[in-house]
């Protein structure tokens, strides 16, 4: 067990919709990263947020948004879906967020997305 | 989406072998890192390397950081069935956080 929580653990839902995915981080960590693993692109990195602020962005798509509250924890906004958005959802924790060494990333179990 | 180069794809050993696979990239990373991922799961951390020419253990795991910067290899002795899974390495570029992850290498053990 990482220590990070992703609720919730599937989710199934149709083309055009929102949904909501939610992030705790281990216990002192301050940064949050959320990564989309597909078959075809693998593992790739959306966003990361230290602190409350975000600090860097990857591959996400406009219609995608995220946020991490004063508790640490996260959320990542999915709307206006599409079948391509399927896919497993991943969060991550590390202590820091400053671009440095010895900051290992922690995975939470994921959630999967299935848009019909 | 960027993925680095991880090879082999998919390794088909008999349990108690040593297994060896490689990952390598067009560009430097600070930190090289190895996870493994079991079906529906998230992946686990196994190793992390922090510096060129670096060697570090975990157990049977041994992994290396390149002295280019630009690859890393892990080796896993003495495979057991619970070794199976799927191993990714990924590498943390300069000035950032986020990984850039490998595509993964399959490892199956039969007994």
């Known amino acids: 067990d990482s220590g990070v929580t992703q609720t919730p653990k599937h989710l199934i839902t149709a083309t055009g919709q929102r949904v909501t995915l939610r992030c705790s981080p281990r216990?002192?960590?301050?940064?949050v990263y959320w990564y989309q693993q597909s078959l075809d692109q693998g593992l790739q990195f959306l966003i990361q947020?230290?602190?409350?602020?975000?600090?860097a962005k990857g591959n996400i798509l406009e219609r995608f948004s995220a946020q991490q509250f004063p508790d640490l924890h996260s959320e990542l906004n999915l709307s206006s879906l599409e079948l391509g958005d399927s896919a497993l959802y991943f969060c991550?924790?590390?202590?820091?967020?400053?671009?440095?060494?010895?900051?290992?990333?922690?995975f939470g179990p994921g959630t999967r997305l299935t848009v019909l | 989406g960027q993925q680095l180069n991880q090879s082999p794809q998919s390794m088909f050993i008999q349990e108690g072998e040593d297994v060896s696979m490689n990952c390598t990239s067009s560009?430097?990373?600070?930190?090289w890192l190895w996870y493994k991922q079991d079906p529906g799961e998230g992946p686990v951390l196994l190793i992390a390397?922090?510096?060129?020419?670096e060697l570090t253990s975990n157990g049977r795991l041994t992994a290396q950081f390149g002295i280019t910067r630009k690859d890393s290899f892990l080796n896993i002795s003495a495979s057991i069935p619970s070794d199976v899974g799927i191993y990714f390495c990924?590498?943390?570029?300069?000035?950032?956080?986020?990984?850039?992850f490998g595509t993964g290498t399959r490892l199956q053990v039969f007994p």
């Open positions: 991550a924790s590390s202590v820091l967020g400053t671009s440095g060494l010895y900051n290992e990333q922690f």
């Open positions: 216990s002192g960590d301050l940064s």
């Open positions: 947020y230290y602190n409350g602020e975000e600090r």
């Open positions: 560009s430097i990373f600070n930190t």
């Open positions: 390397l922090y510096k060129a020419g």
């Open positions: 990924a590498g943390q570029p300069y000035n950032t956080d986020k990984l850039i």
